[in-house]
């Protein structure tokens, strides 16, 4: 940080207390379905080594039967020579010996490792099923004469009679009421684009496109500096992140990063903010980095103008080739660009350990295993049902869904820091939404909720040098 920077107190809320999510369900992270399919390899290689150990011993045990002072008393007491040759070869090599009980364990092994493999490939199937379902039924709506409504009976789904027999004029009450079908429609898409002669799936209409957008090259701009003790907890993380994002703050900047330091003045960690999208324009006329074509762009895995604005903003702040952890926070747009941002961040030097989403569609990002990530989801939020699919369950991946129906779009989707209260005082406010969720998942004793928040102290455990530095990305050539 330059010495001449002044660094003035960081502006900060008030808060008095949480308004409740319900039917709060957790999926992947340590006490997901794969994780518990890592604990069957485990246990499988255990069960080998007892295997190899048992037959061992009964190969070192076949010496005794013709251990030469056993031959020898043979000829002073024949019968009970023979008997104990007898019992030993039993307990060696009988149905019930050490070499039998040896390879059952080793078969006991296998089938652990098979029951693993089932269970991946059941997943695996299942999923992509469901994508080949949703691609012939736009294939058959596109193609069927009659109309949607004709199409849609004819190829058995419930589509058109959901609509029709729920649908009442409101489309946003019917939309947050019935957000997966959202997931349903996007599905559809490349099978309604293949009936055109396009022959094309998902990952390839997003390439599509992404090809009529232009990103550009990032031209990242440092603001200031504040007084920044950095987040305690879950419920912190995500108030730094509504604070980036909540249209009070007149400051231009568009991402902060916190860094985080210890008692002795030490860096511990760095905090990125990525706030989700603020225009709403054609993908072909690019306006801001946070504007509806890097959605598009981040969603087809490309490298955006934003990530690279991430990169340069860790770069200045002294995060590159430094070994100290990283964490990625962002809501809607922003979690999909922190997410698609991890695997090159790392490659640049970058030590990313930690990634935290809000309402953001990132099932079908590729994320290192070495990174932890959670994401958060409301199930009335229609923004993470964009990419037609659930989010991986594997160990380094936690997904918490929760029940926060507002009626409106905006408010189901919205982070839901300092919402005023109209029960309480005059400035008393109250969290909402995904800040309430943070705030309720902080006391959850959940272990794959409890195993990430666990591996956060290196961010959560700030002293007062830390500081957060907040900086403006936008293109080169638009204003």
Known sequence: MPDDVVVPDKPVGRNVGIAPVADIQVGGGAGGFRAKSDDLVAMSVLTDEVAGDALKTALAGHKFLAEPDVLASALLNPSGV????????????????????????????DALRATKLAYEAADELAAKGLDASRWMAGLAVASAPGGVVAAGLATGT??????????????????????????????????????????????????????????????????????????????????????????????????????????NGNVTGYVVDVPGTKDWNAPWDPKSSNDSGVNIDAMAGNNTVLQQGIEQALRD????????????????????????????????????????????????????????????????????????????NTANRTT?????????????????????????????????????????????????????????????????????RTYQVTREGVK
């Open 317 to 392: 702040a002294g995060a590159q080739g430094s070994g100290v952890p990283v964490m990625l926070v962002g809501h809607s747009q922003g979690g999909i660009v922190a997410a698609q941002s991890t695997n090159g961040l790392v490659a640049s030097g970058y030590n990313v350990t930690h990634v935290v989403t809000a309402g953001s569609p990132v099932g079908r990002i590729d994320i290192p295993g070495n990174v932890q990530m959670l994401s958060l989801e409301n199930k009335g939020d229609i923004v993470p049902h964009l990419d037609a699919s659930d989010n991986p």
């Open 158 to 263: 419930a589509i058109a009679a959901d609509v029709y027999a729920n649908y009442d004029g409101d489309w946003q009450k019917w939309l947050v009421d019935h957000p997966g079908m959202v997931d349903t429609l996007i599905g559809m898409s490349p099978g309604m684009l293949s009936s055109l002669g396009v022959p094309v799936d998902l990952a390839s209409t997003l390439d599509l496109l992404a090809a009529t957008y232009t990103d550009g090259t990032a031209d990242t701009k440092y603001l200031h500096t504040y007084h920044d003790t950095g987040p305690h907890n879950l419920r912190d993380i995500l108030l730094g992140l509504d604070e980036r994002n909540s249209p009070t703050n007149k400051e231009p900047s568009n991402i902060d990063v916190r860094i985080i330091k210890d008692a």
């Open 400 to 468: 918490v869904t929760f029940e926060n129906q507002t009626g409106t779009v905006g408010e189901n989707h919205s982070i839901g820091g300092y919402r005023e209260n109209p029960d309480q005082p005059q400035n008393q406010r109250v969290d909402r939404n995904y800040v309430a969720v943070a705030g309720q998942l902080d006391q959850s004793s959940d272990p794959s909720v409890r195993r990430f928040l666990d591996s956060t102290d290196a961010f959560t455990q700030g002293g007062p040098a830390s500081q957060m």
């Open 82 to 109: 023979a008997k104990f040759e007898a019992a030993m070869a039993m307990a060696l090599d009988g149905p019930t010996g050490l070499t039998a009980t040896s390879a059952a364990i080793g078969l006991r092994g």
